[in-house]
């Protein structure tokens, strides 16, 4: 009788708990998505008429009085089922669909904080905008301490040297 | 100081160039973040004490890069670059390195 105890034990511990962890991981996982791409499309939208271009050069209608360089960055982890559907993945190859949206929001992330950045000193544009993306190690050299990637924008902003000079 | 990562500063001309300027740090992320990002691994999302870390760390990069163009008597610095790699477990490099003009 007490062995047929510990038997079921051993399983809830060796099957239960890694299953439970990943339906966690799933459904607050999802939450927290949802939530911050809301608030990312809400963002966008408020910064729509904020002029942001990769060009390296100025657009001849615009004039500038002052610029600066801006930048926003996010550092994000993978979370535990993403990682799981991943490797399961790795076995056949293919498109890893778990991981693209969590990539996208990063670096969307990041875009809207460099915007901020420029908004927040009274800069009118962003020109020259690049995005770089770097992978931090793991803390620990099994392999499973913590890992992130992180997402950079940088750019040059500038004030325009007249309210309406992108108006003509 | 004007930093641009572009070839010029908008709307100013260049008149001298004094070579290239760098500047680096290397960071340990500590072990109390280190256990709020091991939480946040399970969940996913942004693991905001590494951000913070992070660009705390390229504005440092980025601070002494303009103490090197400083000290070359240079008034800006152009097409300013970063790079990030991670050199051993748990600790990062942050690079900044660009140009040292003099504009008018």
Do not use: C
Not at chain 1, 7 to 23: H, I
Not at chain 1, 69 to 95: H, M, T
Not at chain 2, 84 to 104: C, D, K, N, W
Request: hydrophobic content about 45%.
């Amino acid at each position: 009788m007490e062995s047929t105890f510990y038997q079921v034990l051993e399983l809830v511990l060796n099957f239960g708990l890694p299953f439970l962890l990943l339906l966690v991981a799933y459904i607050v996982g999802t939450m927290l998505e949802k939530g911050h791409f809301r608030s990312i499309r809400k963002r966008e939208s408020e910064y729509a008429t904020f002029p942001v271009v990769t060009f390296d050069t100025m657009p001849d209608d615009w004039s500038a009085s002052s610029s600066t360089l801006v930048s926003g960055s996010v550092v994000i982890s993978l979370d535990y089922f993403k990682r799981v559907i991943a490797g399961l993945r790795a076995i056949v190859g293919g498109r890893i669909k778990t991981y693209e949206p969590l990539l996208e929001r990063a670096r969307r992330e990041a875009m809207l904080r460099m915007i901020e950045d420029a908004r927040r000193d009274g800069y009118d544009a962003i020109f020259n905008v690049r995005l770089e993306t770097s992978r931090l190690a793991n803390s620990r050299r099994d392999g499973k301490g913590t890992a992130g990637v992180e997402m950079l924008a940088f750019g040059t902003a500038v004030k325009f040297a007249s309210r309406f000079a992108r108006a003509q | 100081m004007e930093i641009s990562n572009t070839e010029s500063i908008p709307g100013r001309n260049i008149v001298q160039f004094y070579g290239v300027v760098t500047g680096n740090t290397v960071r340990a992320k500590h072990i109390g973040r280190d256990i709020m990002a091991g939480l946040k691994n399970i969940v996913g999302g942004e693991l905001a004490g590494y951000t913070e870390l992070l660009q705390d760390s390229r504005n440092e990069a980025t601070q002494r890069m303009i103490q090197q163009a400083e000290s070359m008597g240079a008034n800006a610095v152009v097409n300013v670059r970063f790079a990030t790699s991670s050199i051993s477990q748990g600790a990062a490099e942050l690079f900044a390195y660009g140009t040292a003009v003099r504009v008018e």
